[in-house]
Nanobody, 117 residues
Framework: QVQVEENGGGSVQAGGSLRLSCVAS????????MAWFRQAPGNERELVAR????????EYADSVLGRFTISRDNTVNAVYLQMNSLKAEDTAVYYC??????????WGQGTQVTVFS
């Protein structure tokens, strides 16, 4: 079992920045990837950024490329999402996802990000 906890959401003016954090605990030794997804009202959940724990490789949605950065701290099983130049369309609930080898998925409870003009 893996527990996933996010922090760092909030409200920010367009053009501003926020940093989300996600800490995974429990059976994290077999973590394959950690990722951030988001879901806006009426929309499907979509991938924002993904990080492969073993290689450090990253992947981003086109809509956030160059503005968001995913990073990790392996010592505390944490992953972060630095969000810069935020836009109104970034408003959503952001979820942290932990994928283990063997395809077991774990999700956090979500954290609201609201960007206002």
């Amino acid at each position: 079992q893996v527990q996933v906890e996010e922090n760092g959401g909030g409200s920010v003016q367009a053009g501003g920045s926020l940093r989300l954090s996600c800490v995974a605990s429990g059976r994290t030794f077999s973590t394959y990837t950690m990722a951030w997804f988001r879901q806006a009202p009426g929309n499907e959940r979509e991938l924002v950024a993904r990080l492969w724990i073993g290689s450090g490789r990253t992947e981003y949605a086109d809509s956030v490329l160059g503005r968001f950065t995913i990073s990790r701290d392996n010592t505390v099983n944490a992953v972060y999402l630095q969000m810069n130049s935020l836009k109104a369309e970034d408003t959503a609930v952001y979820y942290c996802n932990v994928l283990l080898y063997g395809a077991q998925n774990y999700w956090g409870q979500g954290t609201q990000v609201t960007v206002f003009s």
